[in-house]
T-cell receptor, first 115, second 108 residues
């Protein structure tokens, strides 16, 4: 399967703990996006990368969230001092670098539950 | 600011009936619009883009800049169309914003 892969699929953690998720995009895709989705809502934009450069970060994202894409390939999303409100599905997507029309290819997501 | 609204959270239609899923957007520039679909137990995937002007699985969508709408239509709904549908907009930079989604249920 050469699609976008995310690891882990599920993560249960206690409030206050740090968690890190990984996303491996489609290999020839330069752009990588992170979204958060809660029940009954559409994907909420968190941040995106063009190669290794983080070009935009949502103002909704607190300082507890950080994302990296050190070599322009895989990306990690870290949440520090997790809160119950962080419980959600975290989606990663990648796309080719062909302007604003390039479609996003999504992974299966990482479901985070904070207890 | 970019915004996408989908007024219906749930939509039920009978098999063979026409279906229209509404999408309205707010954006001051020239938007690029998309419809994404998520079938049960599958990942979110592209259904169609307005730039392509194509029909995918019998669905079409027309961009109406005057009404700032991008409604998704299909003349005859099929049971396999039951899914979650999201309208999305690419405006400023490369950020893609999604609407809240509409759950379509096709009744046999």
């Amino acid at each position: 399967d050469t699609g976008v892969s995310q690891d882990p699929r599920h993560k249960i953690t206690k409030r206050g703990q740090n968690v890190t998720f990984r996303c491996d995009p489609i290999s020839e895709h330069n752009r990588l996006y992170w979204y958060r989705q809660t029940l009954g809502q559409g994907p909420e934009f968190l941040t995106y990368f063009q190669n290794e450069a983080q070009l935009e970060k949502s103002r909704l994202l607190s300082d507890r969230f950080s994302a990296e894409r050190p070599k322009g390939s895989f990306s990690t999303l870290e949440i520090q001092r997790t809160e119950q409100g962080d419980s959600a599905m975290y989606l990663c997507a990648s796309s080719e670098d062909r302007g604003r029309n390039s479609p996003l290819h999504f992974g299966n997501g990482t479901r985070l539950t904070v207890t | 600011a970019q915004r996408v609204t989908q007024p219906e959270k749930l939509l039920s239609v009978f098999k063979g009936a026409p279906v229209e899923l509404k999408c309205n957007y707010s954006y001051s520039g020239s938007p690029e619009l998309f419809w994404y679909v998520q079938y049960s137990r599958q990942r979110l995937q592209l259904l169609l883009r307005h730039i392509s002007r194509e029909s995918i699985k019998g669905f079409t969508a027309d961009l109406n800049k005057g009404e700032t709408s991008f409604h998704l239509k299909k003349p005859f709904a099929q049971e396999e169309d039951s899914a979650m549908y999201y309208c999305a907009l690419s405006g400023d930079g490369l950020k893609v914003i999604f609407g809240p989604g509409t759950s379509l249920s096709v009744i046999p």
